[in-house]
């Protein structure tokens, strides 16, 4: 996603489509996720920052769950009603 504008493009896209919900993909890192919500997404695909390359060479599971964990809670909203 930052390679194509990040947050900021996130914005100029919901300018022009406002009733469209949009997922951030690609490379989204945790301190991103606020920025993001401002923008105005409804939610992310995570990947890569989740299972890193490295963890997974050195058969890290608890880094992998750590990860996840610490990307839940940064991604969760309160509901609304």
């Known amino acids: 996603m930052a390679t194509i504008g ?3 493009y996130i914005t100029n896209v919901r300018r022009a489509l406002t009733d469209l919900p949009l997922v951030a993909t690609g490379n989204i890192d945790l ?3 606020p920025d993001y919500f401002t923008a105005g997404v409804v939610g992310f695909g995570v990947g890569g920052p989740l299972i890193r390359p490295d963890l997974l060479q050195r058969g890290d599971v608890a880094s992998v769950i750590h990860n996840a964990e610490r990307f839940l809670a ?3 909203r309160p509901a609304t009603n």
């Open 6 to 8: 990040g947050p900021d």
């Open 31 to 33: 301190e991103e996720i």
């Open 74 to 76: 940064a991604t969760r």
